[in-house]
């Protein structure tokens, strides 16, 4: 028998399979239904913080002008909800081929995400993604695997 915890969390884990289903597709209408009007995202490229769906929908705009085929996985996906709030982590990559045809496998990330549900539906309020850094040279390490 399911609890309500049990069936959020797999409201919670459907919507972040929207995210990787956009991106694969390349489908910016897919991904403004999964993020908050007013998401706070911490993405890997500058500046340091992207206020609001808009901006968010900007970011993955450009990376589907870069890529003719896009690749998205979420490996490790760890999901808590408690009440109308939830989160969300695991390691995820983006790889494809590029418009010039050459192919990446791209890099993992530490993705971590915060939902909220919103008039019945969860959201995605806040997201982050990361890349370790090496304190001795202050640079980003890209080259980990899980």
Known sequence: MSTQRDRD????????????EGIRAKDAGILERVYAADVVSFDV????????????MRNWAKVFTFFQDV????????VAVDGDVAFAYCLARLSGTLQNGVATDGM???????????????????????????????R??????P
């Not at 980003?140 to 695997?145: C, M, N, S, T």
Request: glycine share 10%; charged share 30%.
């Open 9 to 20: 969390e797999g409201e919670v884990r459907r919507r972040l399979d929207m995210i990787v």
């Open 45 to 56: 490229e500058p500046p340091l913080r992207h206020v609001g769906r808009e901006a968010k």
């Open 71 to 78: 690749g998205y996985e979420m490996r490790d996906l760890t």
């Open 108 to 138: 993992w990330v530490r993705g971590t995400f915060c939902l909220r549900r919103t008039d019945g539906t969860w959201l995605v309020a806040h997201d982050q993604a990361s890349v370790p850094f090496d304190l001795t040279t202050g």
């Open 140 to 145: 980003g390490v890209a080259d980990l695997e």
